[in-house]
């Protein structure tokens, strides 16, 4: 038996700018077990809803985090919708399946960039991030924000793309797409990736259920699980199939992730050719009194917003359970039995954003 | 030996091919026109009602009634155009065009030139101070609502 130590990982890492710790029980090179801890950014959102009023939280919801901003702040949106009873117009869903799409798309293409930045391939993470750019300028171009979007609003969305818009965005769109493949190849098919890719992390399908993982963590181990088949935003005229992969290993995570970014302009595509011409927001009036939860796919998964109203312009309660709290328990899942060298890819793989996690 | 040859053709294109990035002090960057970059007022049409400043989430903007200045912190202000959408007289806007960076964090400030209506009665001097509010009170009307 070799000798066994603990080393603690982060909060301060180079790999990830966010702080996470972890205190790895190490045998030799060989990682034990995983014992992580989170708190160390909390900003406490929920304290806050009693000093903004449930309109100025729609602001504050999309802050939780730089990536999915847009989806955090949908979601919030939504909640109130749903306990307001607030019939969303059509083409304010439309608009919001499209953002949507291209918030994944672009938060897919920084993952990819991370991760080429965790297994040592800088030229590659440049090209990913390039090619993320031209998406962050189709968003200030549609929004007036490159992360922080400020388009919701309780009963729709802010601004209109006008039609030429969005023509133009699904021309940029196709061009990029190629860009993309040729660049995703080398992912999918270069030696030195898959020597860092395949067979690490393993978390097969049983295991990803029983820690209660989401999103493409979940899907890479072969469960088919995605949030958009509910139907919500416009998602239920979309016709898309979810994307799975039974390799259960950081490849299979790399994939799953890709294979969304093309399924992604895909929905953009079909979005732009059914989008219907009516009013973007519903006027809101009074003040919302009850209780609702909604589920979102985020880029990393499934968020869960609790929203409960009390008849005033505060909030009650207002809970976010985002993707990367439920993946922790997968990740220190994957980590048991993998190499000390291998932690920070591993760490990459669940896409973590720890300020979403800690709100 | 296909398997190391995927990134090949893109090394080759980068050799021969222009940076993707703007070089920024020779060439400036053009801003979209919908760029949240700051707020801006049309001081003519502001009446001091201070919707902004209630609606404001971070509390960056203060508006003075009595010494008519409508005030901004722009290191505070996270551009969300919540007040824009809140001014009763739409008189203030986004514009592209970010804050500067500043040795000091400095309130900007704009001296409104906005006269209320003068009351039927002639009061005396605190009147100045009491009218506003009165002008006021149609636009504070949806505030319970919001």
């Known amino acids: 038996m070799g000798k066994r130590s603990i080393v603690p990982y982060g909060p301060q890492h180079p790999v990830l700018p966010e702080p996470i710790h972890l205190d790895l029980v190490l045998e030799d090179e060989k990682v034990l077990a995983a014992i992580p801890s989170i708190g160390f950014i909390h900003r406490g959102l929920e304290s806050l809803t009693s000093k903004k009023d449930f309109n100025e939280m729609v602001y504050v919801a999309e802050r939780i985090c730089g990536i999915c901003s847009y989806m955090h702040g949908m979601g919030y949106c939504m909640a109130l919708e749903d306990i307001m009873n607030v019939e969303v117009p059509r083409r304010a869903e439309f608009l919001r399946t499209i953002w949507c799409e291209m918030s994944r798309l672009h938060s897919h293409l920084l993952w990819l960039g991370l991760l080429a930045d965790g297994f040592g391939f800088e030229s590659l993470f440049m090209h990913s991030w390039r090619l993320r750019e031209r998406i962050l300028d189709m968003f200030e171009a549609s929004t007036g924000g490159r992360v922080i979007f400020s388009v919701n609003t309780i009963g729709g969305v802010l601004k209109d793309m006008p039609n030429d818009m969005l023509k133009d965005f699904v021309r940029q769109l196709d061009e990029m797409e190629k860009e993309i493949r040729d660049t995703t190849s080398i992912f999918l098919n270069d030696y030195t990736v898959k020597s860092r890719l395949v067979d690490v992390g393993i978390l097969t399908g049983e295991d990803a259920i029983r820690r209660g993982a989401v999103g493409p963590m979940m899907r890479a181990s072969g469960i088919n699980v995605d949030m958009r088949k509910n139907g919500y935003a416009a998602y239920n005229e979309i016709d898309f199939e979810v994307i799975t992969s039974n390799k259960c290993d950081s490849y299979a995570r790399c994939e799953v992730r890709i294979g969304e970014i093309f399924q992604s302009i895909d929905i953009i595509r079909q979005a732009v050719a059914k989008i219907p011409d009516t009013e973007i927001n519903t006027k809101v009036t009074g003040m919302p009194n009850g209780e609702s939860i909604i589920r979102v796919e985020q880029p990393r998964g499934e968020a869960f917003y609790h929203v409960r109203a009390n008849g005033t312009k505060f909030l009650d309660r207002f809970r976010v359970r985002t993707p990367t709290f439920a993946n922790i328990p997968a990740l220190t899942q994957t980590l048991q039995g993998c190499q000390y060298g291998d932690v920070p890819l591993l760490v990459l793989t669940i896409d973590p954003c720890i300020s979403c996690t800690e709100r | ?146």
Request: positive net charge.
């Open chain 2, 1 to 146: 030996m296909g398997q190391f040859l995927p990134f090949t053709k893109q090394v080759l294109k980068n050799l021969f091919s222009a940076p993707a990035t703007t070089q920024y002090p020779f060439v400036a960057r053009e801003y979209p026109e919908r760029t949240r970059g700051h707020v801006d007022i049309d001081k003519d049409n502001c009446i001091l009602c201070g919707m902004c400043m209630r609606s404001c989430p971070p509390g960056a903007i203060n508006v003075d009634r009595a010494g008519k200045t409508w005030t901004i912190n722009r290191f505070d202000c996270v551009q969300c155009g919540y007040c824009v959408e809140k001014c009763p007289k739409k008189c203030l806007s986004i514009t592209p065009g970010y804050q500067e960076p500043g040795p000091e964090k400095v309130n900007y400030s704009v001296d409104v030139p906005y006269e209320p209506p003068k009351p039927a009665a002639k009061p005396a001097a605190p009147a100045g101070a009491a009218a506003p509010a009165q002008a006021a009170k149609p636009a504070e009307a949806p505030a319970p609502q919001a």
